[in-house]
């Protein structure tokens, strides 16, 4: 084998360990404090349109099958500001960048993302990861 094929072999194993690039990709994380925050904080903004649960009502369920279709493996980024710039619906971009981030830890827990040693953040890096 020469070494010119050596690498390609190698490249090709690597792509095909990494797949889609989310093995490189850093997960987003979150502490538990934020969650139950956000819990708090979700039951007094979002449940009116969103339900308790965040499975819908008047807003579209924020769990299950439309979350993973809408959110999964893209950034985290993108999450918080589409909530941050069109929630709630009655008063898009009224609450503090901090009860925004605890709102969105609360719906990353809500749909089985685990929480980590490191707080969510204002503008959080990371990929909400796929199933």
């Known amino acids: 084998m020469t070494i010119r094929t050596s ?5 090709m194993a690597l792509c095909a360990t990494l797949g889609s690039g ?14 139950l925050r956000g819990s708090q904080e ?33 950034p985290a980024k993108q999450l918080f500001e589409f909530i941050s710039g069109n929630m709630p619906y009655d008063d898009p971009g009224g609450l ?3 009860t925004y981030v605890a709102i969105m830890a609360h719906i990353l827990k809500l749909n089985g993302i685990p929480s980590g040693q490191g707080p969510l953040v204002v503008d959080p890096p990371g990929v909400i990861p796929a199933r």
């Open 7 to 11: 690498r390609a072999v190698a490249a």
């Open 22 to 35: 989310e093995a490189l990709a850093q997960k987003v994380t979150y502490t538990d404090t934020q969650a």
């Open 42 to 74: 979700f039951a007094g903004a979002c449940s009116k349109c969103h339900g308790g649960a965040a499975t819908g009502g008047q807003g579209p369920a924020l769990v299950g099958a439309k979350f993973d279709a809408a959110w999964r493996g893209k």
């Open 96 to 98: 503090g960048k901090d």
